[in-house]
C-alpha cells in the first residue's frame, strides 16, 4: 500500500514537472521574498521627495524715482508764493517756491533737503528774511504739499518731484502667516494674466527685497487700489531685469496682474505619510 502511494505521487510530480519544496522552507522563501519587498518600498518612500507650491498675486507698475524739496528753516517759514503747479517740470535751481523767515535760522546743509536757498533781491525786504526756495534736482511736480499763507515747518515737504521712468517693477502680496515661505534671494515663478496660459512658460526670477512690516488696508489701497484684500499683506518686490529681453515684455503694462509660485517646502514620502518636515525648498 506505501509503496503504491509513493509511485503515484512520483508520477503526479514528474508529470507536472513540479520541484520538491519542503513546507517549511516554503514558508521561509515567501516570508523573505515579502520581507525584501517591503525594505524596498521602505527605500522608495523615504527617497522620493515632493515640493509643495504657494501661490501669491502680484502686480506690474511704473518704476519711478521719487525726490522731496524740504524747507531748510529749523524756526519755520512762511509761504509767501508758490511757482510750480503740478505736472510742471523743473531743472536745478528752477524757483518752486518764495518763502519769509529768519537767515540765521538755515540749516548749514540745504543741500540736503534738495533745496537751494538765497536772498530775495527786493529793495522792500529791508530786514533780508525773503528767500527763493529752488530744487536741486530735475523732475515733474507730482505733489504740492503746501498752499500760499502756510507756515512750513523744519524739513516739512514743499514738493514731491517725480523723476523719469525706470522701467517695470514687480511687486507681489504675501499674507503674515505666508511671509516665512519667502526669503531674499528665492526663485519664484510667474505668469502673466495678460498672456495666454499656453503661450507662455512661467518665467523665472529671484526676491529682491521684502517689506519690514505688513502694509495695512488703507497703504494696500493706495498702492494697488480698492480692490486688493482688506488682510495685511508683506509687499515682496521682485527682479523686473528677467523682463528686458523677453518676448513677453511688451505685453507688460503697469496694472497688469501676475502670479507668483514659489516652491515652499520638500518632502519625502515617508516624511509626508509621518507628518514631519523634510526640508525647505
Not at 65 to 76: E, K, L, T, Y
Not at 105 to 127: I, M, T
Request: proline share 6%; net charge positive; charged share 20%.
Amino acid at each position: 500500500m506505501l509503496f503504491r502511494d509513493n509511485f503515484l505521487a512520483a508520477r503526479r510530480l514528474v508529470g507536472l514537472g513540479s520541484v520538491i519544496v519542503q513546507p517549511q522552507r516554503a514558508a521561509l522563501l515567501a516570508s523573505f521574498v515579502m520581507l525584501s519587498l517591503i525594505v524596498v518600498a521602505v527605500c522608495a518612500a523615504a527617497s522620493v521627495k515632493y515640493t509643495r507650491y504657494d501661490r501669491f498675486t502680484g502686480y506690474a507698475s511704473e518704476s519711478v524715482q521719487r525726490a522731496v524739496v524740504s524747507s531748510p528753516f529749523s524756526q519755520g517759514a512762511r509761504v509767501d508764493e508758490v511757482y510750480v503747479s503740478l505736472g510742471d517740470v523743473v531743472v536745478p535751481g528752477q524757483p518752486i517756491a518764495l518763502l519769509s523767515g529768519s537767515g540765521r535760522a538755515l540749516g548749514e546743509r540745504p543741500e540736503s533737503f534738495n533745496a537751494f536757498v538765497y536772498p530775495l533781491q527786493d529793495p522792500a525786504d529791508k530786514q533780508g528774511e525773503t528767500f527763493v526756495l529752488s530744487s536741486t534736482l530735475r523732475g515733474a511736480v507730482d505733489r504740492l504739499q503746501v498752499r500760499p499763507g502756510a507756515v512750513a515747518s523744519f524739513a516739512q515737504p514743499i514738493a514731491v518731484l517725480r523723476g523719469s521712468s525706470e522701467g517695470i517693477r514687480l511687486q507681489a502680496l504675501v499674507p503674515s502667516h505666508s511671509i516665512t515661505e519667502v526669503a531674499v534671494g528665492s526663485e519664484v515663478y510667474l505668469k502673466f494674466d495678460a498672456v495666454q496660459a499656453s503661450d507662455m512658460e512661467a518665467i523665472k526670477t529671484r526676491v529682491r527685497s521684502i517689506s519690514r512690516a505688513p502694509l495695512g488696508p488703507a497703504e494696500l489701497a493706495a498702492t494697488f487700489g480698492a480692490a486688493t484684500s482688506p488682510e495685511p499683506m508683506f509687499l515682496v518686490d521682485l527682479d523686473s531685469g528677467v523682463l528686458s529681453e523677453h518676448p513677453v515684455r511688451k505685453l507688460i503694462r503697469p496694472g497688469v496682474g501676475f502670479r507668483m509660485t514659489v516652491p515652499a517646502e520638500r518632502k519625502s514620502l515617508l516624511r509626508w505619510l509621518t507628518g514631519y518636515k523634510d526640508e525647505k525648498a
